[in-house]
């Protein structure tokens, strides 16, 4: 008894097929832009609370590494 298969590609190179080379050229663009629009998600949060980080690095500073002092206390 012979069994027969369906082989899509009969000949035994592998054959490059367009919707991988499509998936991995839309899925490297969208890794781009993600990238991209990161960056200035963070650029914006730095602009944004620059004071802050200013005011946090000149604690550090003051305080050598040590910000417990600078911190309110808990409630308890």
């Not at 082989?7 to 499509?22: C, P």
């Not at 949060?45 to 002092?69: E, F, H, Q, V």
Request: aromatic share 20%.
């Amino acid at each position: 008894m012979k069994i027969f298969a369906y082989v899509r590609y009969s000949n035994a190179s592998i054959m490059f097929d367009w919707h991988i080379f499509l998936g991995a050229l839309i899925f490297f663009i969208l890794c781009g832009i993600l990238i991209f629009q990161n960056q200035i998600w963070e650029e914006e949060d730095y602009s944004r609370n620059k004071k802050w980080y200013k005011w946090k690095a000149s604690a550090i500073k003051t305080n050598k590494g040590d910000l417990s002092g600078i911190y309110p206390k808990s409630k308890k």
